[in-house]
């Protein structure tokens, strides 16, 4: 059972889905994902009984403050909408998956204080053995998720697998942006997330310079490079025992402008020639497989640049997918 100072930790750092604006269902014999997930009320102290936690992280600034375009903010509305209307045709499990709602986004809120409303609920999600699903939101998602994990003090060594478009290393100090996310895990965390840990899957030469290019083989980091990928299965495996390597286990982070843009436009740096929506299912199916997960985050969902809400349904499938093999 939770105590109530971790209830109440959480409490202080989330405003709390109302299933009305996310759910609704027209036929009561239509069992749906948001039938069997639990929405967190703030006073019931039963959470340690969840398998599965829902957080949304609806904000863009890392986004913003590199050009990119502007939605992000509204990924986790959208992906709730198109996941928990999803018919669940997978046996009903008690204790699967529990929403407890969003970070608060405060009017005067800077990047540094969003994140570190994050990082105080992580530790108590893996003090209780629950798995993290955090919804964003740009790629700094995955920085503050990374602290957090730290911030437990469960992990000695963590590995990472990115599916993401770019590399985002990029280094501009003045400011927090999505693209330098990676950069600041690997330089704030050398100890717990080592280079030889870190995969890249499906990533694109084209957006990738030289000077990154050579970082990444200097540092023996890995890149299964989207055009190289020839088996989809057997590349993966490979890359989650690459990331998983002398490890307590892996960080996952998918982000949707590794999709072809083509298909699924609703990211905020849309690049065709990305992965189809049967690799996107295979790609969940096989994470799900692997047992050493330690936290996922579904990214960069940009419900302002989509077409008819296909690629809030893809990220709605991913994760579907995900928690159907568990």
């Known amino acids: ?111 540094p204080s969003i994140h570190k409303r994050l990082i105080e609920i992580i530790p108590i999600l893996i003090k209780y053995d629950i798995f993290p699903i955090i919804i964003g939101g740009g790629n700094d998602v995955t920085y503050a998720g990374v602290k957090g994990l730290k911030a437990s003090g469960e992990f000695n060594r963590l590995g990472m697998v990115s599916f993401d478009a770019h590399l985002n290393l990029h280094e501009v100090p003045e400011k927090f942006i999505s693209a330098s996310s990676m950069q600041r895990i690997m330089s704030e965390f050398p100890e717990m997330i080592k280079s030889n840990n870190v995969v890249y899957f499906g990533s694109r030469k084209e957006t990738i310079s030289p000077h990154y290019a050579r970082f990444v083989l200097e540092n023996q980091m890995h890149i299964f490079y989207k055009d190289k990928i020839s ?58 497989k692997y047992r050493m997960g330690a936290y996922l985050d579904i990214i960069n969902l940009n419900p302002d640049e989509d077409r008819n809400d296909i690629t809030s349904g893809m990220a709605a499938l991913f994760l579907f997918h995900y928690l159907e093999k568990k």
């Open 1 to 111: 059972m939770i105590t109530q100072e971790d209830k109440e930790l959480i409490l202080q750092n989330v405003d709390l889905t109302i299933p009305d604006e996310v759910f609704s269902r027209f036929d009561v014999l239509d069992e749906c994902m948001g039938n069997i997930t639990r929405f967190w009320d703030g006073k019931t102290d039963d959470i340690d009984k969840f398998n599965f936690v829902i957080l949304g992280f609806p904000q863009g600034i890392g986004t913003r403050n590199m050009g990119g375009k502007e939605g992000a903010r509204d990924g986790p509305a959208a992906f709730r909408k198109a996941f928990y209307k999803l018919p669940n045709y997978f046996e009903k499990q008690e204790g699967l998956l529990l929403d407890i709602g969003n970070i608060k986004i405060d009017l005067d809120s800077d990047l």
């Open 231 to 288: 088996n989809l299965q057997r590349d993966l495996l490979q890359g989650l025992n690459l990331a998983n390597y002398e490890c307590d286990g892996i960080i996952m982070s998918f982000d949707m402008d590794c999709c072809d843009a083509g298909m699924f436009p609703g990211t905020s740096f849309p690049m065709p020639g990305g992965f189809n929506s049967d690799e996107i299912i295979e790609i969940a199916k096989s994470l799900s």
